[in-house]
């Protein structure tokens, strides 16, 4: 069955570290790859997304995730974050044989002052 | 602007009333959809729309019932039927109509809270 993994529920960094989150998805033909950030009470941006060419993309806000077909991943990085990064980041896989979006469950982000 | 407007952000109801959830957008996407967020849960699809006049159910259509008679605006009314309907209902969209190979843009999001 297709399936989004977010191994981490819950990740706290400090202000100015650097970040990554993971994602993992079934394999599968031709995925096209999506992060989406969330804060609390609000609706879904779309932060980035990979469709094809280059495997690693950059996105809204100082983010970027690169797409390994090998390891089944695409994670996503910021090199530096900032306060105003708190919130809950969702992976999502959609599969060209398919015709909606698979979403992870979710990885809330904190940040320490 | 375009965008999406889900209307209103909260609604409370009593237990054994349908209610219907607003969804309207204006980007002129030809896919809409609905899905449902528990506390500390991701999101699961309850339907989906990929043209006009035509849905279908998602991961957990039960209790749940839509319709998309414009392009515009696709409703989603929360039955009796539905055996826990408090959660937070998020609305989306995208260019995908049968080929669905598109983003999907979201709305604010209605909570509803049902006593």
């Known amino acids: 069955a297709q399936s989004v993994t977010q191994p981490d529920i819950h990740i706290t960094v400090s202000e100015g570290a650097s970040l990554e989150l993971r994602c993992n998805y079934s394999y599968g033909a031709t995925p096209y790859l999506f992060w989406y950030v969330q804060s609390p009470g609000q609706g879904l941006q779309l932060l980035l997304k990979y469709f094809s060419g280059d495997t690693l993309v950059q996105g809204i806000k100082g983010f970027e995730a690169e797409f390994k077909r090998s390891q089944s991943s695409f994670n996503l990085r910021k090199p530096s974050v900032h306060w105003s990064d708190a919130a809950e980041y969702f992976c999502a896989v959609l599969y060209s044989s398919a015709s909606k979006i698979i979403f992870g469950s979710g990885t809330r982000l904190s940040i320490r002052p | 602007d375009g965008g999406i407007t889900q209307s209103p952000k909260y609604l409370f109801r009593k237990e054994g009333q349908n209610v219907t959830l607003s969804c309207e957008q204006n980007?002129?996407?030809?896919?809409m959809y609905w899905y449902r967020q528990d506390p500390g849960q991701g999101l699961r699809l309850i339907y989906y729309?990929?043209?006009?006049?035509?849905?279908q159910k998602g991961d957990i259509a039960e209790g749940y019932s839509v319709s998309r008679e414009k392009k515009e605006s696709f409703p989603l009314t929360v039955t009796s039927a539905q055996k826990n309907p408090t959660a937070f209902y998020l609305c989306?969209?995208?260019?995908?109509?049968?080929?669905?190979?598109?983003?999907?843009?979201f709305g604010p999001g209605t909570r509803l809270t049902v006593t």
């Open positions: 989306a969209s995208s260019m995908g109509g049968k080929t669905g190979t598109y983003e999907q843009y």
């Open positions: 980007l002129n996407h030809d896919a």
């Open positions: 729309s990929q043209i006009v006049n035509d849905f």
